[in-house]
């Protein structure tokens, strides 16, 4: 049992930190430059949208103001089966947009498949309806397609005010930890996503995005590193989004996201090969946090019954971690003070790995579309 215990912590401690230490060390010994230059080739932006009326007229200003040449900017975008006004504000706004508009709502992965349909560009600019983009970000994107190598660049999504503070002390650490593992990730080959926010690939790299998917953004980089392209982080491409004050929101997002891992697994089963070039960072970055939570509770079990002051020490530790979570869920008031906080934040954050892992099982489709 003591293996046992020993073997799930050091999993969940890889998951959470060894791997970033390792690709630290990896950048340390080389990194792989990326050849920049003042490009401005044709680019399409492609939106899907459903339901955006209240968000489409500050999307289109911010569209207006981003700083590319208009000649060379095409900006197509998809009302999946909207039944508000978001059909009728897009035809409004022709021709600076190109209207997709399709009757039925068939989800946001046929939605953008029907949008690429329409772009004339070298390069798909990805972007959602509600973030705002900065002006340079679509020529920060760009400029990394001069080296032949790169295939796809993900841009920066900064959540809350435009420091990149999320409002959460405990999300804030989460969030500074996952951009730095993707900048550590960029510079030592391929990220093994990109912010479903602001990213941009090659036309010639896109693949058709299964029905029902619900994670283009993994999808995407995935099948372009699979071209043999690299894929890249720009955190000076940045685009920024409010953060759910809603605790249930954000909670439901991330339920929907880690479902996506599982779904993803399904669709692609290629990515478990060793087709898969970044097979490694695939398992390190994305599914090992599926199984971190059932980890935990091997581990507060195996520490309850292993014998040993160590091992005492270690479930009493555990259970006050836990603990602490449970007060920052029931008091608000306290959930300003840092440990409260990260425990209710990786708490939450495993929780919704678990209902991810039901909602696979059981096959609850609510969360796909």
Same mark, same amino acid.
């Given at each position: 049992?003591?293996?046992?215990?020993?073997?799930?912590?050091?999993?969940?401690?890889?998951?959470?930190?060894?791997?970033?230490?390792?690709?630290?060390?990896?950048?340390?010994?080389?990194?792989?430059?990326?050849?920049?230059?003042?490009?401005?080739?044709?680019?399409?932006?492609?939106?899907?949208?459903?339901?955006?009326?209240?968000?489409?007229?500050?999307?289109?200003?911010?569209?207006?103001?981003?700083?590319?040449?208009?000649?060379?900017?095409?900006?197509?975008?998809?009302?999946?089966?909207?039944?508000?006004?978001?059909?009728?504000?897009?035809?409004?706004?022709?021709?600076?947009?190109?209207?997709?508009?399709? %009757? /039925?709502?068939?989800? @946001?992965?046929?939605?953008?498949?029907?949008? *690429?349909?329409?772009? +004339? $560009?070298? &390069?798909?600019?990805?972007?959602?309806?509600?973030?705002?983009?900065?002006?340079?970000?679509?020529?920060?994107?760009?400029?990394?397609?001069?080296?032949?190598?790169?295939?796809?660049?993900?841009?920066?999504?900064?959540?809350?005010?435009?420091?990149?503070?999320?409002?959460?002390?405990?999300?804030?650490?989460?969030?500074?930890? %996952? /951009?730095?593992?993707? @900048?550590?990730?960029?510079?030592?080959?391929? *990220?093994?996503?990109? +912010? $479903?926010? &602001?990213?941009?690939?090659?036309?010639?790299?896109?693949?058709?995005?299964?029905?029902?998917?619900?994670?283009?953004?993994?999808?995407?980089?995935?099948?372009?590193?699979?071209?043999?392209?690299?894929?890249?982080?720009?955190?000076?491409?940045?685009?920024?989004?409010?953060?759910?004050?809603?605790?249930?929101?954000?909670?439901?997002? /991330?339920?929907?996201?880690?479902?996506?891992?599982?779904?993803?697994?399904?669709?692609?089963?290629?990515?478990?090969?060793?087709?898969?070039?970044?097979?490694?960072?695939?398992?390190?970055?994305?599914?090992?946090?599926?199984?971190?939570?059932?980890?935990?509770?091997?581990?507060?079990?195996?520490?309850?019954?292993?014998?040993?002051?160590?091992?005492?020490?270690?479930?009493?530790?555990?259970?006050?971690?836990?603990?602490?979570?449970?007060?920052?869920?029931?008091?608000?008031?306290?959930?300003?003070?840092?440990?409260?906080?990260?425990?209710?934040?990786?708490?939450?954050?495993?929780?919704?790995?678990?209902?991810?892992?039901?909602?696979?099982?059981?096959?609850?489709?609510?969360?796909?579309?």
């Amino acid at each position: 049992m003591k293996v046992l215990f020993w073997l799930c912590a050091i999993v969940v401690a890889y998951a959470y930190f060894g791997y970033a230490i390792c690709l630290w060390l990896r950048v340390r010994l080389s990194t792989l430059p990326v050849l920049r230059g003042s490009i401005t080739p044709p680019v399409s932006v492609v939106i899907a949208a459903r339901n955006e009326e209240a968000n489409l007229p500050a999307k289109l200003r911010n569209l207006r103001e981003i700083d590319y040449p208009a000649e060379q900017m095409q900006v197509v975008i998809a009302s999946d089966g909207s039944t508000d006004r978001t059909a009728e504000i897009l035809e409004e706004n022709a021709p600076f947009v190109h209207p997709v508009i399709l %009757e /039925k709502n068939g989800g @946001k992965a046929a939605a953008l498949n029907a949008v *690429v349909q329409h772009a +004339t $560009g070298e &390069i798909l600019i990805f972007l959602d309806a509600r973030q705002v983009v900065e002006p340079n970000a679509v020529r920060e994107l760009v400029s990394a397609f001069a080296d032949p190598q790169i295939g796809a660049v993900s841009g920066e999504l900064l959540l809350g005010d435009g420091d990149g503070d999320t409002g959460s002390e405990g999300l804030g650490i989460y969030w500074k930890i %996952e /951009k730095m593992v993707r @900048k550590l990730e960029s510079a030592s080959g391929s *990220v093994v996503g990109v +912010t $479903g926010a &602001i990213y941009a690939i090659r036309r010639e790299c896109f693949t058709e995005i299964p029905s029902g998917a619900i994670l283009d953004d993994v999808f995407i980089p995935m099948q372009v590193a699979r071209m043999g392209k690299r894929v890249i982080f720009e955190p000076r491409a940045r685009a920024h989004d409010r953060i759910f004050r809603d605790p249930g929101k954000e909670f439901s997002r /991330k339920v929907r996201t880690l479902t996506g891992n599982y779904q993803l697994i399904q669709m692609s089963p290629w990515l478990l090969t060793p087709a898969n070039p970044l097979f490694l960072r695939f398992i390190s970055h994305k599914l090992l946090r599926l199984v971190v939570p059932f980890l935990l509770l091997a581990t507060l079990i195996l520490s309850a019954l292993v014998p040993g002051r160590l091992y005492r020490g270690l479930f009493w530790a555990q259970v006050i971690f836990y603990g602490l979570a449970l007060l920052g869920m029931s008091a608000p008031a306290i959930r300003t003070f840092r440990p409260v906080a990260i425990a209710k934040t990786f708490v939450m954050l495993n929780w919704a790995a678990v209902l991810a892992f039901y909602n696979f099982v059981v096959g609850n489709t609510e969360v796909w579309n």
